[in-house]
């Protein structure tokens, strides 16, 4: 099983700052990576997926870049809607996919 | 557009068979691969299975021995079955749809709401 390590846990940012997310594989993934975000009581959203294509109608400020193990999703400028949980995803080997542990983007 | 809506019994008590469904409404359940994923209170997200809508399915070995997720296309919907629950299932329960692109598929386009589960006698 491929384990997928997120950091930091918990990112504190102001409005308008950019917040960098880290996600690392266990093993090569190649670009076979998603990013979703979750905000309290509603299903995870996809962001990105192939590592750094966006989504239908996500914002261009999100970001994703990477391969192999180390990956990264940028938020240039945050928003007030921003602040949310976000995951990183292995769709490379299957079974099991599997999701990183969230990195929480809270308020500074 | 497409949408998926979980639905179920609430409460499951320990040893017995929880069992959920999902309903997928503005497209064709055909040509696609529909997951379970739960979350349990305050944690992350666990990818339960998958089907095809032919019914060929592959399931996370930590729970493939408990697990089964069955396809009906003339009703449009898909459904889990998780025998022998305990408290450790106690989780909300979403069904979602991976694209099929060969750059995406494996990931998550379309997710239901999502549906809680609780474990207890």
């Known amino acids: 099983e491929i384990v997928m390590t997120q950091s930091p846990a918990t990112l504190s940012v102001s409005p308008g700052e950019r917040a960098t997310l880290s996600c690392r594989a266990s093993q090569s993934i190649s670009s076979n990576l998603a990013w979703y975000q979750q905000k309290p009581g509603q299903a995870p959203r996809l962001l990105i997926y192939?590592?750094?294509t966006r989504a239908t109608d996500i914002p261009a400020r999100f970001s994703g870049s990477g391969s192999g193990t180390e990956f990264t999703l940028t938020i240039s400028s945050l928003q007030s809607e921003d602040f949310a949980v976000y995951y990183c995803?292995?769709?490379?080997?299957?079974?099991?996919?599997?999701f990183g542990q969230g990195t929480k983007v809270e308020f500074k | 557009q497409v949408r998926l809506q979980e639905s179920g019994p609430g409460l499951v008590k320990p040893s017995e068979t929880l069992s959920l469904t999902c309903t997928v409404s503005?497209?064709?359940?055909?040509?696609?691969?529909w997951s379970w994923i739960r979350q349990p209170p305050g944690r992350g997200l666990e990818w339960i299975g998958y089907i095809y809508y032919s019914g060929s399915t592959d399931y996370n070995p930590s729970l493939k021995s408990r697990v089964t997720i069955s396809v009906d296309t003339s009703k449009n919907h898909f459904s889990l079955r998780l025998k022998s629950v305990t408290a450790a299932d106690t989780a909300v329960y979403y069904c979602?749809?991976?694209?099929?692109?060969?750059?995406?598929?494996?990931?998550?386009?379309?997710w239901g709401q999502g549906t809680m589960v609780t474990v207890s006698s």
């Open positions: 503005g497209g064709s359940i055909s040509s696609f691969y």
């Open positions: 192939a590592a750094s």
């Open positions: 995803q292995q769709y490379n080997n299957w079974p099991p996919w599997t």
């Open positions: 979602a749809r991976s694209p099929p692109g060969i750059t995406e598929w494996g990931s998550f386009d379309i």
